[in-house]
């Protein structure tokens, strides 16, 4: 539910920003946020042994060369 507030608040502060053409703000903020997201999945990926998973995947491939 927080969320779901958070996000709705946010999104009529960046259409705000739109409005009085500022967009760019708005362009950057979001560019930050999905950043953020990326950064996150990466950091959870390597957490679970996803290096080890690409190694071995590119230990096949040159193994199938």
Known sequence: MLLIAGAVTLSGALYY???RQLGA???FILS???FYLAY???SKG???GWQTAV???????ENDR
């Open 25 to 27: 703000i708005s362009f």
């Open 46 to 48: 390597k957490k679970a």
């Open 55 to 61: 190694k071995r995947s590119e230990k096949r491939g």
């Open 17 to 19: 920003l739109y409005q």
């Open 40 to 42: 996150a999945q990466l």
């Open 32 to 34: 930050i946020f999905f």
